[in-house]
């Protein structure tokens, strides 16, 4: 069992000629995941990696033709938003924005036009989820999984690969593995994937990745405690040697007016029943400890 | 991307809010012409105001009135090429001294947690808002803009009427939806007006008026957003970008310096991030943030040491990289090249692992880099090999 993406997934590709786009859809598919479709508008008709998959000018009519269900988007910045609400609008339910630099603005009515919709966007600005041994979608390398039951939950890329990989060797298998994204707006929090996980009978204890501005690892972390509480949980905070106001390169990470700091996120995050680890290699010892025996 | 208050001033004009005249100043001659300007037109006195990009610069004493043209050019000599938090005041704003009857303050921010836009108004201005927050909530009101549609006029009128402005509805509903009609139309991040002034000006028939202007203004940009905004990047202020950082942003790479001995180059924000907090942990001392971003060629690698290698405090490097999107190989390439050609020479511990990490692994050893297999190992042997670390 997984959440976000999985077995059901019938993934289409925006922006699946480009060079991201199509190196990504091909790593994506040689996982496993059922890349079914592409949408780039004008290359409608012609066929991506190696002529298995269909190139489609709207999302609309790879919905209609192949019954995608999730998409992951490769567009640069310029397009990426008009991008997510085309996904939203066509049916697609849960989307994928990889692309990074959108304008932070530009994804307020985006947000706003997803959840009228009823989907769900994860991102910009993340790199994707995998579901170890059924699917991946996004840019996550896929050797660093091995399947199993903890749920991994990050704001980072390759901070989030450091600590599946550090699982991984220590024998701890995954659920799902979900990225967030480092952008000021996004489309699904630290709360939603932990509400998901919660209901998710495949997953059994919980890792946590966040990093320092805003404060949405304590808003996690206020609703863990309540309704997580006899789930092993371990988590680690990037940014605790960070100055203040400096923006440590996510446009959402940076401590200003003393909010935002890694100390007040630790603190709520034990508070919470959370063990915190100091350094990402620490994170399966922990989880051990913390009583998961998977 | 910060800008200076005379620009943002510009901005906000641009978008028809009131805002009274001011000058820039870069020598005591301009300042005194300017200030010679503002008494001719009736001031009684001026105010001169350094223009600085970080913030205190009152309590630094960057802001003095001055009430003839001979006093307005000494406290003219006084703040120019002052020191505020190690920023030397090269400018300086010269305006007619309002007269102040209240001190408000709003503003429009990106409220992350929301998702929307935030407008926040006060009846108590001139003082840090956080202070106001901290120490009386309820002297702040809050309203969302609506995501689609914007700040509506019956959002701006409530925010106006809780402020205790209802003298003045007209003006402050404009002010309300000018912050966020200036957010929108520069992808500004924050606009913020404090103090926001009922002032006491006369007409023109020479009969007292009260007013509301907007007597400071600071905004922020999104960086992310200058790309379709050309003409914003002229305001970026060379006097207060470090040279490294020019040469970072030009490469396209994330860097931020800090004061230890240990250059740090690393793939994404968070891993970045971690890498410099394990440095701290082993006993050293992060020279920088540098996040060399997804993708990153042979070319790019190579910019970042030239400006790791510059810091004349740097004496270990330590390289961590998780391929993804990134290959191992390229990095390694460009660590190859960087250090043929690198006039000086300082231990460097390499670790690549991820994309390509095998062909990264023999180019490295070929080239004989020393290198580490974990990120905790990596940070050790980078303190170990940091003379700074040792002493």
């Given amino acids: 069992m997984s959440i976000l993406v999985g077995p059901e997934t019938r993934l289409v590709v925006q922006g699946i000629t480009g060079r991201e786009g199509e190196f990504h859809s091909r790593q994506m598919r040689d996982y496993g995941t059922a890349v079914v479709a592409g949408v780039t508008p004008g290359k409608g008709g012609q066929t991506a990696l190696d002529g298995f998959v269909p190139v489609f000018d709207t999302v609309a009519e790879a919905v209609r033709e192949t019954g995608a269900n999730t998409s992951c988007i490769f567009v640069p910045a310029g397009g990426a938003p008009d991008a997510v609400m085309e996904a939203a609008a066509a049916g697609i339910a849960t989307i994928f924005c990889i692309t990074e630099g959108i304008p932070a603005l530009d994804m307020v009515p985006v947000v706003e036009v997803v959840r009228r919709a009823g989907a769900r966007l994860i991102g910009p600005n993340c790199p994707g989820a995998t579901s170890p041994g059924s699917a991946k979608v996004g840019i996550i390398p896929g050797s660093i999984h091995r399947e199993g039951r903890v749920g991994v939950v990050s704001r980072s890329g390759t901070l989030t690969y450091e600590a599946v990989q550090a699982m991984t060797d220590a024998g701890l298998g995954q659920s799902t593995c979900i990225g967030i994204g480092g952008d000021p707006i996004i489309g699904t929090t630290f709360l939603d994937v932990l509400q998901l996980f919660a209901e998710d009978t495949g997953t059994e204890a919980i890792v946590l990745i966040g990093e320092i501005g805003g404060a949405a690892e304590e808003t996690a972390a206020a609703w863990a405690a309540e309704h997580l509480r006899d789930i092993p949980k371990v988590a680690f905070i990037a940014g605790r040697t960070a100055p203040e106001g400096k923006r440590m390169g996510h446009a959402g990470a940076i401590i200003s007016g003393g909010a935002g700091t890694a100390a007040s996120k630790v603190a709520a995050l034990e508070a919470a029943g959370f063990r915190v680890a100091d350094s990402p290699l620490e994170l399966p010892t922990l989880l051990r400890d913390a009583g998961y025996r998977g | ?391």
């Fill in chain 2, 1 to 391: 991307m910060k800008i200076q208050e005379a620009d943002a001033k510009s901005l906000l004009v641009a978008q028809g809010l009131p805002v009274p005249g001011w000058e820039v100043a870069h020598n005591v001659e301009e300042a005194r012409l300017a200030a010679e300007r503002f008494f001719a037109a009736g001031a009684q006195q001026v105010v001169i105001k350094a223009q600085v990009l970080v913030g205190g610069r009152g309590k630094a004493g960057g802001v003095k009135l001055a009430s003839s043209p001979d006093a307005a050019e000494r406290v003219a000599s006084t703040i120019l090429g002052m020191d505020i938090k190690g920023i030397t005041v090269r400018k300086i704003l010269v305006a007619a001294a309002a007269d102040i009857v209240k001190e408000l303050y709003m503003s429009a921010v990106l409220d992350r947690a929301d998702g929307r836009i935030l407008l926040m108004g006060s009846a108590e201005g001139g003082v840090e808002i956080e202070q106001v927050a901290a120490a009386n909530p309820d002297a702040i009101v809050r309203v969302h803009a609506d995501p689609l549609l914007g700040l509506l006029d019956f959002q701006a009128r409530q925010v106006v009427f809780a402020m205790g402005l209802g003298a003045h509805l007209k003006a402050g509903v404009a002010i309300a939806k000018g912050l966020v009609a200036t957010m929108r139309a520069y992808d500004a991040d924050l606009v913020e007006i404090n103090p926001l002034a009922i002032v006491r000006e006369l007409d023109a028939a020479g009969a007292p008026v009260k007013r509301l202007v907007c007597l400071d203004a600071k905004v922020t940009l999104d960086d992310s957003a200058l790309p379709r905004h050309p003409e914003l990047e002229a305001l970026r202020d060379p006097d207060e970008e470090d040279p490294a950082d020019r040469k970072a942003r030009e490469a396209g790479l994330t860097f931020i310096k800090l004061d230890g001995t240990i250059g740090c180059m690393v793939n994404g924000a968070g891993l970045a991030m971690t890498t410099m907090d394990l440095v701290k942990r082993a006993g050293g001392e992060p020279a920088n943030f540098l996040d060399i971003g997804g993708g990153a060629r042979a070319d790019r690698v190579a910019a970042a040491m030239r400006i790791i290698l510059a810091d004349p405090k740097v004496d270990a490097i330590l390289v961590n990289i998780f391929g993804g999107i990134t290959r191992g190989d390229e990095v390694a390439r460009g660590l190859i090249e960087a250090r043929a050609v690198q006039e000086r020479d300082v231990p460097m511990i390499v670790r690549i692992v991820g994309t390509n990490a095998e062909e990264a692994a023999a180019l490295l050893e070929e080239a004989h880099f020393t290198t580490a297999a974990s990120l905790d190992e990596a940070a050790e042997k980078a303190v170990k090999a940091s003379g700074g670390a040792a002493a």
